[in-house]
């Protein structure tokens, strides 16, 4: 149960209307005051004016409050004010509806307890008030019958202001809430745009760097091939030249792909082990001799995998054509695992002292993270590199690369 009503906004509506029942109990009292002694008169005044001094600013600074025994003090102060007026005034005007006002304040400043226990004591407060006057029990009753009637009037239409007052507030609560809420899902949507042109971009750099550049290092090595033997023997640099010129064709079509969808792989129709072979067969030109293992039975991949795989052993061929100066390279893609897929790669090339890496490694790392694969990469100097990614690859997303 609360104890403590939360804090009514005041306002001089509030205590406009204060003001005016009380001068105008005071008004109808003088306009009808016969005879009454100088003590009296001066009473009755100097009771009106703390009363509604109390109304006015002590009814203010409570409310403002969170003090619940200033607000009770209040009403103990202000109730035997009030029926001290009704006394002294004999009865006479509406000087017997002045503690009405206190019923409404009742409603704004107290919890429901004791809100009824004030509107009982207000009761009885103009029930000995008025006995004190008329000495008459019947009077007495009449008069009781009509102020309850006002004091339930009272409580329900301020009630009735009050709810509509807090319901007001938490709409315009509610409101500003929602726009704090939209600014944020604005601030998110720029965010997330963002992050998605970022990603994005990253991924057309790997595109071109995975693919293009791929290709652009074996021409290279093809033409350097076919120039060191041209004078020695022109049949081998045409033929250089010649696998030099598919390569270009290739790249042509992969770029189309790339800048169309940016999905499909190189010879995309092909099996894994397939494409593998192939580019393995092109270290030959750089006077590196490859060797393909194939563990387990190779099965479709989903084409983020696939995709994942093929770019890194292009990577991972160009890093060996053009730094490793090595003579032999080893691959092994092994399906052995039903939930993963793994590539091997490693040269008995010169190694390196750091792998910092460029954007292709770099590249590799991101591809291989995104699927949440694992990716290691290791070297000594003059013992090569090895490279292995494993990348999980389930039993669903293999029925559907197969089905479709």
Not at 338 to 348: E, K, Q, T, Y
Not at 374 to 399: C, H, M, W, Y
Request: glycine share 8%.
């Amino acid at each position: 149960m609360n104890i403590l009503r939360p804090s009514i906004r005041t306002s001089r509506t509030t205590d406009l209307a204060f003001s005016v029942v009380v001068l105008t109990a005071y008004f109808a009292t003088f306009s009808t005051l016969r005879e009454v002694s100088s003590l009296k008169l001066f009473l009755l005044i100097v009771f009106g004016i703390g009363y509604m001094s109390l109304g006015v600013y002590g009814y203010g600074y409570v409310a403002r409050g969170h003090s619940m025994n200033l607000r009770l003090l209040y009403f103990a102060l202000q109730i035997p004010l009030g029926g001290l007026i009704i006394f002294f005034s004999q009865g006479t005007g509406v000087n017997v509806m002045v503690l009405l006002p206190l019923v409404g304040h009742s409603v704004l400043l107290l919890a429901d307890t004791w809100r009824y226990v004030v509107n009982v004591v207000i009761l009885l407060a103009y029930t000995v008030a008025v006995y004190l006057i008329t000495g008459s029990v019947a009077e007495t009753w009449s008069g009781l019958l009509l102020f309850f009637a006002g004091q339930v009037f009272i409580v329900v239409f301020t009630q009735m202001a009050v709810d509509e007052e807090r319901a007001r507030e938490k709409v315009v609560g509610l409101v500003e809430e929602l726009e704090a809420a939209n600014q944020r899902l604005r601030e998110f949507a720029l965010q997330v745009e963002e992050l998605a042109i970022t990603r994005e971009r990253n991924r057309l750099a790997r595109e071109i760097h995975d693919g293009l550049g791929h290709y652009l290092t074996t021409i290279n090595i093809q033409l350097k091939a076919a120039q060191a033997v041209l004078s020695s023997d022109p049949a081998r640099a045409v033929s250089a030249i010649d696998t030099a010129q598919n390569l270009a064709q290739e790249a042509l079509v992969d770029v189309r792909r790339s800048v169309g969808a940016l999905r499909a792989s190189p010879e995309e129709d092909l099996p894994l082990d397939e494409q593998l072979g192939r580019l393995l067969a092109r270290c030959q030109a750089a006077g590196v001799e490859p060797h393909l293992r194939v563990i387990g039975t190779p099965r479709p991949l989903s084409p983020q995998v696939h995709l994942t795989l093929y770019r890194a052993a292009q990577e991972g061929l160009n890093n060996v054509c053009k730094h490793a100066q090595a003579n032999h390279l080893w691959a092994e893609l092994d399906y052995s695992q039903p939930g993963s897929v793994r590539l091997f790669l490693r040269d008995n090339g010169q190694g390196a002292h750091t792998l910092d890496g460029g954007f292709g490694l770099l590249g590799l790392r991101e591809r291989v993270h995104l699927l949440n694969g694992v990716f290691r990469v290791e070297s000594q100097a003059g013992n090569g590199v090895t490279l292995e990614i494993v990348v999980p690859q389930d039993d669903k997303e293999n029925s559907n690369s197969a089905g479709g």
